[in-house]
């Protein structure tokens, strides 16, 4: 590991070249997981990146307690430095180290802890004095949560560090689901890729502010779910909220207003399969790829994604960055896709990514 690729100025992270690196692919399961996860653990103490399969997407880690570490993964990534990045624990121990929870919201966090950890739910909560500036881009609040994936819960227990851990992907494009998908993004940047295998859920965690009440990203945890544990009304706060022209350092969650979750091809949402066809027509059949729904008629185009049977939050929201990062892989120059109608956790979730994957770069 070199400490060339990043550093730390007054404005937050400044990304620099990232010398290339031999990155590892290690094995978590099967002939080799030992040493892989040994090797793993001993990168992520000497202050290098390490990207790991969690229940959502794979992230990619460093130690949270180490202003360099995390400097590593914002170089990586081509990060700004406004946009804070989450910390995984395992264990109270660990997360007293990165939040110090107010006494009036004590017993919310709690019973949120205990219905939704491990799982894909962030809260964001009050920061301790050892979270360095990097890790919340200069905000009192930083993002936690606690995976359910077992690789990733026996990386930071074996380690016994917490970890900053963004998805591990070029800033911007479509988180990644598989270790193939790291591998595409960032060979030669990070130290290593631990391979769990796919993601199950596919999409990013729910971040709810607590003691605001408001979901800043919506997840597989929605709000309804948030308001039967807490006995308060929850909101999700939507990207058509925030002022314009907003800097995304002055936004409550400095990702509301990007673009982001985007394929290198345009993307293009309709709402119904009539719409997808019509649109459809109007590429070239070599050029348009579609996410298409199981029973839908592709029309002319001639690179699918079969995304699964429509109405299937769980199957969609899976597949959803895959189907994407297929479809670019495959030369589509323009992406069709329809928008799920379902409301709520993975359908209000698939409906952000879409919207934001959409937006003009």
Not at 39 to 68: H, K, Q, S
Not at 307 to 336: M, Q
């Amino acid at each position: 590991m070199s400490d060339a690729g990043a550093r730390e100025g007054a404005g937050g992270i400044e990304a620099e070249p990232e010398p290339r690196l031999k990155t590892e692919r290690l094995k978590s399961a099967g002939v080799g997981s030992v040493a892989g996860m040994a090797r793993a653990v001993e990168l992520l103490r000497a202050g290098g990146t390490v990207a790991f399969p969690t229940e959502t997407v794979y992230g990619l880690a460093a130690n949270a307690l180490d202003p360099a570490a995390v400097a590593r993964i914002f170089a990586a990534k081509q990060r700004p430095g406004w946009d804070p990045v989450i910390v995984h624990v395992e264990g109270a121990a660990m997360l007293e180290r990165v939040a110090a929870v107010p006494a009036e919201l004590r017993d919310r966090a709690q019973a949120l802890m205990e219905a939704f950890w491990p799982g894909p739910l962030t809260l964001l909560l009050p920061r301790t004095a050892e979270v360095p500036d990097a890790v919340t881009a200069g905000r009192r609040l930083v993002g936690v949560r606690m995976p359910s994936h077992p690789v990733a819960r026996e990386l930071i227990r074996m380690a016994d560090i917490p970890l900053a851990a963004p998805s591990a992907n070029r800033f911007g494009a479509p988180s990644p689901t598989t270790a193939a998908h790291v591998l595409a993004d960032l060979a030669g940047r990070i130290d290593a890729v631990l391979d769990g295998g796919p993601t199950s859920v596919g999409v990013e965690s729910t971040v709810l502010d607590l003691a605001a009440r408001a979901i800043y990203r919506p997840g597989a945890v929605s709000a309804a779910m948030i308001s039967r544990v807490i006995g308060d009304e929850v909101r999700v706060v939507t990207a058509a909220e925030t002022p314009a022209n907003a800097a995304p350092e002055a936004l409550p969650s400095p990702g509301m207003g990007m673009r982001h979750y985007a394929p290198r091809a345009r993307l293009v949402l309709v709402e119904s399969q009539q719409e997808m066809l019509e649109e459809i027509a109007k590429h070239p059949a070599a050029e348009v790829g579609v996410m298409q729904p199981d029973d839908w008629d592709q029309g002319a185009a001639k690179i699918l994604f079969r995304w699964g049977p429509w109405g299937d939050a769980e199957t969609l929201a899976r597949l959803l960055y895959f189907g994407l990062r297929n479809l670019d892989e495959r030369g589509a120059k323009v992406i069709v896709c329809p928008v799920p109608a379902m409301s709520g956790g993975l359908g209000e979730a698939l409906r952000d990514r879409l919207e934001k994957a959409a937006r003009a770069g």
